[in-house]
């Protein structure tokens, strides 16, 4: 067995993962209600027949078959999974971390966001937006610019009494082949994971945030046909429309994602955080402008909690 640490979860997995933080197996039993179980074994025999394409989001279990993996969720400590004939194993991976991960946080109460995730100034910003916005890039150049790494694709949010918190998740960040090569990357040095997208899994382990931070600002990217940035900090129920419309399982979810138990958790985030939306003109390259948002409006307000705070 393999033993990994994520989402403030200890991971027992009889399937390696190189891009997960190792622990020893004394320190994954110290907690026993915090340890998951990954593990290859039959299906339950009331769903096996189905095809793939097929999914099921529930309280207790949840069901995911696909071309590479047919896997069930169960009780929020346990993912049972078989691999299909001719799979790739590295998209096995991928399905358990993504959807896997997220159907058995969601069955812990704990929500995830598809996003990246960075750390300045002690405090966490999540960066959302449809694929092809900018969000790799963005968290690129922030990154090179002093941010700490916690999380890239998928975040989860626990609570520290009513404080909402990232913990950090594993020390890679995706990229594309362009974005890789255009931050001075040799592909040859990296993990290469997706053959459709043509992505490659880059070290973040020197950036790397190790401890849950605060969670301050949630920043939603798109992509729009005028020609200036437009910028707008939302107040009230837009804030959770924002959260709702971006959890990671939202298109699995469909109109079950405003249910009342992930209602009730994104309006406990919404109260405690702050929600940007940024605009940018299509086919402009405008990331040291979106920097600048960030500098002035974003970071700018967590300088002054803090300094009310003193």
Same mark, same amino acid.
């Given at each position: /067995? ?8 200890? %991971? ?44 099921? %989001?529930?309280?207790?279990?949840? +069901? ?6 047919? /896997? ?8 049972? @999974? ?8 590295? @998209? ?14 969601? *069955?812990?109460?704990? $929500? ?5 995730? %960075? ?5 966490? @910003? ?18 090179? *610019? ?16 009513? *404080? ?7 020390? +890679? ?9 255009? *931050?001075? +990357?040799?592909?040859?040095? $990296?993990? +290469? ?13 020197? $950036? ?11 920043? @939603? ?45 994104? $309006? ?43």
């Amino acid at each position: /067995m393999y033993y990994y640490c994520l989402y403030g979860l200890s %991971i027992a997995s009889d399937l390696a993962f190189s891009q997960l933080t190792s622990i020893s197996e004394d320190e994954a039993n110290q907690q026993p209600d915090q340890l998951i179980h990954v593990c290859k074994s039959p299906i339950s025999t009331d769903i096996s027949h189905t095809k793939s394409g097929y999914f099921y %989001i529930g309280e207790k279990r949840s +069901y995911l078959h696909n071309d590479h993996i047919f /896997m069930e969720i169960c009780n929020g400590t346990t993912i049972h @999974y078989e691999t299909e004939p001719n799979c790739n194993l590295e @998209y096995v991976r991928s399905f358990l971390l993504g959807y896997g991960m997220s159907m058995l946080c969601l *069955q812990r109460n704990i $929500l995830t966001f598809h996003c990246s995730a %960075i750390e300045k100034g002690g405090y966490a @910003y999540l960066i959302s937006g449809e694929s092809g916005c900018g969000k790799s890039t963005l968290t690129g150049k922030l990154l090179q *610019q002093g941010c700490g790494f916690l999380a890239d694709d998928i975040a989860a949010v626990l609570f520290e009494g009513e *404080q909402p918190i990232i913990p950090p998740t594993f020390p +890679y960040q995706k990229l594309c082949r362009d974005a890789a090569l255009s *931050q001075g +990357y040799d592909p040859k040095d $990296l993990i +290469y994971i997706d053959e459709e997208k043509d992505k490659f899994l880059v070290p973040m382990h020197e $950036l790397a945030i190790s401890h849950p931070i605060p969670f301050h600002s949630f920043v @939603y990217l798109f992509v729009h046909n005028g020609k200036e940035l437009i910028y707008e900090k939302l107040e009230g129920m837009d804030k959770f429309i924002q959260l709702i419309e971006n959890q990671f399982l939202r298109h699995l979810l469909g109109e079950r994602k405003f249910a009342p138990s992930i209602g009730q958790c994104c $309006l406990n985030i919404a109260k405690e955080i702050e929600v940007h939306v940024i605009g940018r003109p299509r086919n402009s390259y405008v990331v040291d402008e979106i920097c600048h948002i960030f500098d002035s409006q974003i970071f700018h307000d967590t300088r002054v909690k803090r300094t009310e705070l003193t």
